[in-house]
């Protein structure tokens, strides 16, 4: 069985940089797409941004298009999302996440992955 651990969340001042990591152990991870999603306390889980395993495509929400990235270390079964400029709004518990059945494709809704991590906290001051 695949399992997923997010790692890197802390307090950062509003401006500041954070790099998220998700790592896979149990499965092989080259066989597909990776999202991050984010929770906010009384909000709905909401899509961040998603990695496809081959070809690399990418897909990012539209309120952090510019500000993260996401990438992947094939050899350390590694997805990082790279979050820059960040703003109080982007508080959240960040989640990984592992969709099975898509592996080209960058998925972004929650219904089409299979396996989560627990989650990893991030709080940005202003």
């Known amino acids: 069985q695949v399992q997923l651990v997010e790692s890197g969340g802390g307090l950062v001042q509003a401006g500041g940089s954070l790099r998220l990591s998700c790592a896979a152990s149990g499965r092989t991870f080259s066989s597909y797409t990776i999202g991050w999603f984010r929770q906010a306390p009384g909000k709905e889980r909401e899509f961040v941004a998603a990695?496809?395993?081959?070809?690399?495509?990418?897909a990012y929400a539209d309120s952090v298009k510019g500000r993260f990235t996401i990438s992947r270390d094939n050899a350390k079964n590694t997805v990082h999302l790279q979050m820059n400029s960040l703003k109080p709004e982007d508080t959240a518990v960040y989640y990984c996440?592992?969709?099975?059945?898509?592996?080209?494709?960058?998925?972004?809704?929650?219904?089409?992955?299979?396996?989560w991590g627990p989650g990893t906290q991030v709080t940005v001051s202003s």
């Open positions: 996440a592992a969709d099975f059945n898509t592996v080209t494709g960058t998925s972004t809704t929650i219904s089409e992955y299979d396996r």
């Open positions: 990695i496809s395993w081959i070809g690399g495509r990418t």
